[in-house]
């Protein structure tokens, strides 16, 4: 995984580099707010990726957005 970081902080324009570290992986969600918006898809743990918006829900959770309006919590 060090080669995947190094390049990515090397080529990337995104602001943040993530690493998924829970055993169950992330959900992906269409929406920062998780009550209004629907699971698109999952993350595996060990996943490494770019995020380009960090946001807090109005409920206190940090997420973060990884594509056009998909968020994951941190």
Known sequence: HLEEVSSLLITSK??????????????????IE??????????S????LEAFEKKMTNDGIMRYRIGENDWISA
């Open 45 to 48: 743990c060990n996943t490494i």
């Open 34 to 43: 998780i009550d209004d918006s629907s699971v698109v898809g999952t993350l």
């Open 14 to 31: 995104a602001p943040f580099i993530l690493k998924i570290l829970l055993e169950n992986g992330a959900t992906i969600r269409d929406g």
